[in-house]
């Protein structure tokens, strides 16, 4: 699998990410490491999780997808080979401090996700969302303290405003701290307005490593979903509802048509696209089966012409003069 570097970080990692969400949700432990061999066969290298994965599930805690990642690393003898990036943000404990973005809960959250990866060092650790009850530079100072203890190599964020990144970068400088080197946002084809509209030139201006998230919306990009067909058994469906519109509807037919011209899948035109977009570093796909990975690894040896790759943009167009729903996790 071909290696790009992540922003000016200078650490290689695959041109697609796989991330961790799924992982003790709706992949169990066994169907997780299966995902994860596929992945590492290929030569990915690249797993992005977070802590709060998948504390919304009826006996969760939080943590599961780390731990599992933990346990694969361990059985496989692999994480020399890998770059490992989770995230802080969310409560994973009860107090005053079980959640936000302050010194003292990002060094326990860090800590606990150590011991959950089973790793010394996490390589890129990312704020999950913005904390507005925190000042950036205390937010900062804590990251701080993990980079110079060597338990963080690198720091992000993940669902930033413009503002609050900018106000974090000046933050930084002025006061020596740690640099925000990436950023991960909600992008896709029919989900454009809020990374094009209001980050992407930031991020080419300050050389950001860009890994977003939600690529193939939901799985309504995968194909999976027709018109007026019946309701697809998903525990995200409700979330994909709202690209059921005449808009999406249109994407979705020349994202079929341009696959079938290739003899490859939805999934793989769509990455392809999002892959051939300047600022985009390696977009974080998700499967629950080493099947679902392989119609979306297609994409790393699918090569769309630029008219195709028009004809992508135009469609989707409207996804990126108007703000889209955020959908639920």
């Not at 990692?13 to 299966?34: K, P």
């Not at 413009?162 to 000046?170: F, I, N, P, Q």
């Not at 790759?309 to 996804?319: D, E, G, H, M, Q």
């Given at each position: 699998?071909?290696?790009?570097?992540?922003?000016?970080?200078?650490?290689?990692?695959?041109?697609?990410?796989?991330?961790?969400?799924?992982?003790?949700?709706?992949?169990?432990?066994?169907?997780?490491?299966?995902?994860?061999?596929?992945?590492?066969?290929?030569?990915?290298?690249?797993?992005?999780?977070?802590?709060?994965?998948?504390?919304?599930?009826?006996?969760?805690?939080?943590?599961?997808?780390?731990?599992?990642?933990?346990?694969?690393?361990?059985?496989?003898g692999?994480?020399?080979?890998?770059?490992?990036?989770?995230?802080?943000?969310?409560?994973?404990?009860?107090?005053?401090?079980?959640?936000?973005?302050?010194?003292?809960?990002?060094?326990?959250?860090?800590?606990?996700?150590?011991?959950?990866?089973?790793?010394?060092?996490?390589?890129?650790?990312?704020?999950?969302?913005?904390?507005?009850?925190?000042p950036?530079?205390?937010?900062?100072?804590?990251?701080?303290d993990l980079?110079?203890?060597?338990?963080?190599?690198?720091?992000?964020?993940?669902?930033?405003?413009?503002?609050?990144?900018?106000?974090?970068?000046?933050?930084a400088?002025?006061?020596?701290?740690?640099?925000?080197?990436?950023?991960?946002?909600?992008h896709?084809?029919?989900?454009?307005?809020?990374?094009?509209?209001?980050?992407?030139?930031?991020?080419?201006?300050?050389?950001?490593?860009?890994?977003p998230?939600?690529?193939?919306?939901?799985?309504?990009?995968?194909?999976?979903?027709?018109?007026?067909?019946?309701?697809?058994a998903?525990?995200?469906?409700?979330?994909?509802?709202?690209?059921?519109?005449?808009?999406?509807?249109?994407?979705?037919?020349?994202?079929?048509?341009?696959?079938?011209?290739?003899?490859?899948?939805?999934?793989?035109?769509?990455?392809?696209?999002?892959?051939?977009?300047?600022?985009?570093?390696?977009?974080?796909?998700?499967?629950?089966?080493?099947?679902?990975?392989?119609?979306?690894?297609?994409?790393?040896?699918?090569?769309?012409?630029?008219?195709?790759?028009?004809?992508?943009?135009?469609?989707?167009?409207p996804?990126?003069?108007?703000?889209?729903?955020?959908?639920?996790?």
């Amino acid at each position: 699998m071909h290696r790009v570097t992540l922003g000016s970080t200078g650490l290689q990692v695959s041109r697609l990410c796989l991330g961790g969400m799924q992982f003790g949700w709706t992949a169990d432990e066994e169907q997780s490491f299966a995902v994860l061999d596929a992945y590492a066969e290929a030569g990915g290298n690249f797993i992005d999780t977070a802590n709060v994965y998948s504390r919304w599930v009826p006996g969760h805690y939080g943590g599961e997808s780390e731990e599992i990642i933990g346990r694969w690393m361990k059985a496989r003898g692999n994480r020399n080979r890998m770059v490992i990036a989770t995230k802080v943000r969310g409560r994973m404990w009860d107090g005053e401090d079980g959640e936000g973005l302050s010194p003292m809960h990002i060094f326990r959250a860090a800590e606990d996700s150590l011991k959950r990866l089973q790793v010394d060092t996490i390589d890129l650790y990312q704020a999950h969302w913005f904390d507005e009850k925190m000042p950036i530079t205390r937010s900062l100072r804590g990251f701080e303290d993990l980079v110079r203890n060597g338990r963080v190599r690198f720091v992000g964020v993940s669902n930033f405003p413009a503002d609050r990144l900018l106000e974090g970068l000046e933050a930084a400088d002025k006061h020596d701290l740690p640099r925000f080197e990436t950023i991960q946002p909600h992008h896709s084809l029919v989900h454009r307005y809020e990374f094009e509209e209001t980050l992407q030139g930031l991020a080419l201006d300050e050389r950001f490593g860009v890994i977003p998230y939600s690529p193939l919306a939901g799985g309504f990009l995968t194909g999976k979903y027709t018109r007026g067909g019946p309701p697809v058994a998903s525990q995200r469906a409700a979330g994909v509802r709202q690209y059921f519109s005449e808009e999406g509807w249109a994407v979705l037919d020349v994202v079929r048509a341009i696959a079938g011209s290739h003899a490859s899948t939805p999934a793989a035109v769509v990455l392809a696209w999002q892959m051939a977009q300047p600022a985009i570093t390696a977009p974080i796909i998700g499967a629950n089966t080493p099947e679902q990975l392989e119609e979306q690894l297609a994409a790393l040896s699918l090569i769309l012409s630029d008219d195709e790759l028009a004809r992508l943009t135009a469609v989707s167009r409207p996804f990126r003069e108007l703000p889209v729903i955020q959908p639920a996790p």
